[in-house]
């Protein structure tokens, strides 16, 4: 019994201490700051649309024509890089005159390869591309390319159909640059050159708030997941059993 209680005795001090021992030593001997990752080069497109967003029906697009592998390809190229301008879901349903309905497979893949410059670039490299404009994009030049300009920090975005802006950026990391914009971009190239001028400036009277840049409503529902909580969960998990142990280790002492 002497014995039982002897090493229940050591078991719980044991257990009471070992984390705080482990606490006390492990940060003067390990480097204070976690490893200093470098930047992962890959970035998998599909994963990082999924939960930023909402941008379900831009990367259903982007599935349905292909364009997705043509894009991951550039994007791990690391020379070349990629800049992908992505319209938010609301932009799709808002896209009414003209409508997208009616659009052949190869206009569809046009379409989404016009949001995509085959470089990187990041929001300060605008300035200089405004200087340059009109920069071709992955799905063509000339008909097919973007004005840019750079007012005062906010990159505008004008592709004579639509004008519109980076209203945020998802992502920025030399080689892959993925900005929201909160208009589908139209080619000349697909719905012509005859652009009706209100086209741009007259949005459905129905649908003012579409076009608010900050459109919080739109950015409150990510569908993205917790997954950074689960692992604090186990965490706390771990420390709780050894709080229970200990415990009853203290009861049986006293019994
Ligand atoms: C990218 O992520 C998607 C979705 O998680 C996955 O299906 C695909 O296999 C990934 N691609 C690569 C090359 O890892
Ligand atoms: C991009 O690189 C990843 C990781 O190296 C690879 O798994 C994937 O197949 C590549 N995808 C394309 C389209 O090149
Ligand atoms: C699209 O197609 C529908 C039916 O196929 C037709 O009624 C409509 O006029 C077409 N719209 C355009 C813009 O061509
Ligand atoms: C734009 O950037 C490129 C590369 O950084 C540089 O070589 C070029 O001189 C710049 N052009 C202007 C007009 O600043
Ligand atoms: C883009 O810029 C070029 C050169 O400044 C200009 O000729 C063209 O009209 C512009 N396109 C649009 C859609 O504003
Ligand atoms: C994780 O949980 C904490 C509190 O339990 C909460 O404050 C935090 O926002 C959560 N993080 C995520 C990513 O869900």
């Known amino acids: 019994m002497g014995f039982n209680m002897f090493s229940m005795v050591s078991f719980t001090v044991l257990?009471?201490?070992?984390?705080?021992?482990?606490g006390?030593?492990?940060?003067?001997?390990?480097?204070?700051?976690?490893?200093?990752?470098?930047?992962?080069?890959?970035?998998n497109l599909t994963d990082l649309l999924t939960v930023a967003g909402p941008f379900s029906i831009f990367l259903s697009?982007?599935?349905?024509?292909?364009?997705?592998?043509?894009?991951?390809?550039?994007a791990n190229n690391t020379e070349e890089g990629i800049t992908i301008f992505v319209p938010k879901n609301s932009a799709f349903s808002s896209q009414k005159n003209p409508s997208l309905a009616n659009l052949t497979s190869d206009q569809l893949k046009q379409?989404?390869?016009?949001?995509?410059?085959p470089h990187y670039y990041s929001l300060a490299d605008f300035k200089n591309?405004?200087?340059?404009?009109?920069?071709?994009?992955?799905?063509?030049?000339?008909?097919?390319a973007l004005n840019f300009t750079d007012d005062s920090g906010t990159v505008k975005i004008n592709s004579g159909w639509t004008k519109t802006?980076?209203?945020?950026?998802?992502?920025?990391?030399?080689?892959?640059?993925?900005?929201?914009?909160?208009?589908?971009?139209?080619?000349?190239?697909?719905?012509?050159?005859?652009?009706?001028?209100?086209?741009?400036?007259?949005p459905a009277p129905d649908a003012p708030a579409a076009d608010s840049?900050?459109?919080?409503?739109?950015?409150?529902?990510?569908?993205?997941?917790?997954?950074?909580?689960?692992?604090?969960?186990?965490a706390s998990w771990d420390v709780m059993t050894q709080l229970i142990l200990a415990i009853s280790g203290l009861i049986m002492l006293f019994l």
């Open 129 to 144: 591309l405004s200087l340059v404009s009109p920069v071709g994009t992955f799905a063509g030049n000339t008909l097919y």
């Open 165 to 202: 802006e980076v209203s945020s950026s998802v992502h920025s990391t030399d080689p892959v640059a993925v900005y929201q914009v909160n208009k589908v971009l139209l080619p000349e190239a697909i719905f012509g050159t005859d652009i009706p001028p209100t086209a741009a400036p007259a």
């Open 213 to 234: 840049p900050a459109a919080p409503s739109d950015k409150g529902t990510t569908p993205s997941g917790k997954p950074s909580n689960s692992s604090f969960k186990s």
């Open 15 to 22: 257990v009471v201490c070992s984390p705080i021992t482990f």
């Open 24 to 43: 006390q030593t492990a940060p003067p001997t390990s480097s204070p700051t976690p490893a200093p990752a470098p930047a992962p080069v890959y970035v």
């Open 61 to 74: 697009y982007l599935e349905k024509t292909g364009v997705i592998d043509t894009f991951q390809n550039q």
């Open 111 to 117: 379409l989404c390869l016009f949001h995509a410059l």
